[in-house]
């Protein structure tokens, strides 16, 4: 049976972490987890971002966040333009098509789940 986001103990060790400051920030992927997690730590009295700062990852719903969550935003369309220009020609050249290095980079939307730290 698969599991819908953390589990209890995941979200007690990440709380322990956060407040004995050796974690910041979290990098989530994805955004429904990040979700989920911004759940368990607020009920677990962690603020957001004033004792840890979360980025998402997909920027689908992060945006519908309270509060908004930061997020990276792949170029979906870009890739899968790419994905499918890349079929077209692996069918057309087959083997012959030499192995290519794509960099489709994200962008990274700022909001206010994150904090400065000094």
Same mark, same amino acid.
């Given at each position: 049976m698969e599991q819908d986001g953390p589990s209890d103990e995941q979200v007690a060790q990440v709380v322990r972490a956060i407040g004995d400051g050796s974690v910041?920030?979290?990098l989530v992927h994805n955004d429904e987890d990040a979700l989920l997690l911004v759940q368990h730590l607020r009920?677990?009295?962690v603020r957001i971002p004033a004792d840890v700062s979360i980025v998402?990852?997909?920027d689908e719903v992060a945006a519908l966040s309270d509060p908004p969550?930061?997020?990276v935003a792949p170029p979906k369309a870009a890739v899968g333009r790419?994905?499918?220009d890349l079929l077209v020609r692996r069918i057309e050249?087959? +083997?012959a098509l030499a192995a290519q290095h794509v960099a489709l980079?994200?962008?990274l939307r700022v909001?206010? +789940?994150t904090a400065v730290r000094g």
């Open positions: 910041t920030g979290l009920l677990a009295g998402a990852y997909d969550l930061t997020a790419s994905a499918v050249q087959g +083997s980079l994200p962008e909001r206010e +789940s």
